[in-house]
């Protein structure tokens, strides 16, 4: 999987925050460059490149061409995957393709799988036998080991280690640095924290943290 965007398809980006700023420099490293930007209101010039034009907010899709435009979903997470799975949803019932976008300095094992949607950011590796669903964030040098399965709208936040035949379900935010060891099961739309090792599996909206991981307590 290269993450090909068909040829002469122009690309418009949905965000405007540091998720859709490392987009286009995916696609810079990929010699391909977005037409504009769509989000709530036109990003800030000085962090934002002046040749990627804000094209107006969410009403701006029933604009484009669904036949000569792909969508890049620009949108991240911090705990919560839900608002990047609604953009993502959104794109998706006005009949936009999302292609998959592979950073040129990821490493993909040849049958590594990605659904419409997924990115693999810079120094990204995914192994052997691994599945990324449609919408899933890899983020930059996360560790995807063999067999592993990555879930619709997942998120495996920088410096994540996944080791081998571990299952992430669909919409779970796994955080920076967190350790997840060999076997886990991290249950629908739970969270794992900065840091945490995950030893045991998680169940479902469950938040977890620390080392070993634990069950966040609430007061």
Known sequence: MTGAVAEGASLVVLGAGGH????LELLAARGQRAVGCIAPGAPTPASWPEDCPWLGDDLALDGLDITRVALVNGVGSVGSTALRRRVFDAARAHGFRLPPLVHPSAILTGDATLAEGAQVLAGAILQVGVTVGENALLNTGCIVDHDCAIGAHAHIAPGVTLSGDVRIDSGVHVGTGAVVI??????????????????????????????????????
């Not at 859709?20 to 987009?23: D, F, G, K, Q, Y």
């Not at 794992?192 to 007061?219: E, I």
């Open 182 to 219: 060999q076997g886990i099961r991290i249950g629908h739309n739970a969270i794992v924290g900065a840091g945490a090792v995950v030893t045991k599996d998680v169940a479902p909206g469950v938040t977890v943290v620390g080392s070993p991981a634990r069950p966040l307590q609430r007061r």
């Open 20 to 23: 859709a700023r490392s987009l």
